[in-house]
């Protein structure tokens, strides 16, 4: 699978079947090449008019499974939202 193919996934939380939105990058670790992280555009300020100043960096390790649509994943969204750092 590339990079490509899993930017056209949907990114779905187990624990509430929440869409939390598609990839729009990956964390890797540099020494050995492997995923770290999924990163996934967070909830956007004011009915999407302002942009989103947030992400959700889902860790590799909460990745449930990868369909053909979608990416199953189980996180506490709380603990994955991270601001973002312009």
Not at 39 to 52: D, E, N, T
Not at 59 to 67: D, E, H, L, S, T
């Amino acid at each position: 699978m590339r990079i490509y193919d899993l930017r056209e996934k949907e990114v779905v939380n187990m624990c509430n079947c929440r869409i939390l939105g598609c990839v729009v990058d990956l964390e890797f670790d540099t020494c050995t090449g492997c995923i770290r992280a999924l990163i996934v555009p967070g909830p956007s300020k004011l009915c999407g008019f302002w942009g989103r100043d947030s992400e959700f960096v889902i860790p590799w390790k909460c990745v449930r499974q990868i369909g053909p649509d979608i990416i199953l994943v189980e996180v506490d969204e709380k603990e994955v939202l991270v601001k973002c750092q312009f």
